[in-house]
């Protein structure tokens, strides 16, 4: 089976990349199709071991007029028609953001099987497209399998083979981490408001008994926040970037966040969270998603990651929770979102591909 993968940047192109990797192992060939302007996506792909790609047109770009996006549009289909008159694949296989509209529908026009994987838990242009031309959906959440009907099936939260083969007792041991850890992350390129936020709860006193971990990415210089938290943890562990990222989220007793995959992965994983949502993204999906998961009683939301004042608060009820209630709150959150998502969702698609 020969499958084109249509996906965007950052959490789409993570749950593209999980799901390569299962077909590949199943003897599957992947050729990916994304945005044509994504020096980090060919990387990502590079690293990956995945040589066969092909770059499609951006339909819209954030400020686009509606003529405009309209014209992007038309250009991300004619490519992608093209893409798959040279491809030939055997199935569509989207994981959403803009770029994915053009193959799904050209897939629906030649009658080829679309296949959808909404990584999202808000409904965007792409997944409206899905709506129409995909046959089958995967979801992680149920609000979305209300959204999408009779085609969908809740398969998890699709994670990369990395988070469970990572090993949280080798993170414990590199770092020499003990019993309270507390990760804290803003993502690779670090959001410097949310980390402020976490001076200033240690400042409060609310660190004094946990060991924090934390990546800077480019936000702040990790030696200067090493000095601000200097004496107010029982350990510290600074770093602008963590490889081993997936092991340190296992090792953690408690995942303080931006929205977006992160908190759900940490919840899939068996992890509590506190979820520092930017209000500053499209459609606000980070306080969608941070609000959904504190509904669901398996984090905790703040109200905006840039108000240092909010995060204290966040996290201040997060410390109070008894801490059998906190593994509680792990606990339902990987009965909710964990599972085998990925081998789920593939056999889902091998068995469309062989129905016809």
Known sequence: MHVLIASGDGGHLTRALALAEELSDRGHDVTFAVN????????????????????????????????????????????????????????????????????????????????????????????????????????????????????????????????????????????????????????????????????????????RDWEVVVNTGNAMDPKRLKRALNGLCSGIVVKRFFHDFPALLKAADLVVCLGGATPVEA??????????????VLRDHQYVTAKKLEKRGVAVAAEDASNPEEVVKAVSRALSIDPEDLKRMGERGKELFGGNARERFIDLCEELVASG
Request: charged share 30%.
């Open 267 to 280: 919840a899939a994983l068996g992890k509590p969270v506190v979820v520092l949502p930017r209000r500053d």
């Open 36 to 207: 044509e302007d994504s020096d980090q996506a060919v990387e990502r792909l590079k690293k990956a071991g995945f040589e066969e790609y092909v770059g499609l047109p951006r339909p819209r770009r954030m400020g686009d007029t509606s003529w405009k996006a309209a014209l992007g549009g038309l250009k991300n289909y004619l490519a992608a028609s093209k893409v798959l008159r040279d491809v030939r694949p055997d199935l569509i296989l989207s994981t959403g953001a803009g770029v994915a509209i053009g193959p799904m529908i050209a897939g629906k026009f030649k009658r080829l099987p679309v296949a959808h994987y909404e990584p999202t838990d808000v409904v965007s242009v792409s997944g409206k497209v899905a709506k129409l031309c995909a046959d089958i959906i995967g979801v992680w959440d149920e609000d979305m399998a209300e959204y999408y009907g009779d085609r969908v099936i809740n398969v998890g939260i699709v994670l990369p083979r990395s988070f469970e083969e990572a090993d949280p007792e080798e993170a414990r041991e590199k770092y020499d981490l003990g019993d309270r850890v507390l990760v804290w992350t803003t993502g690779s390129a670090g959001y410097k408001p949310a980390l402020e936020g976490l001076v200033r709860c240690a400042e409060e006193g609310l660190l």
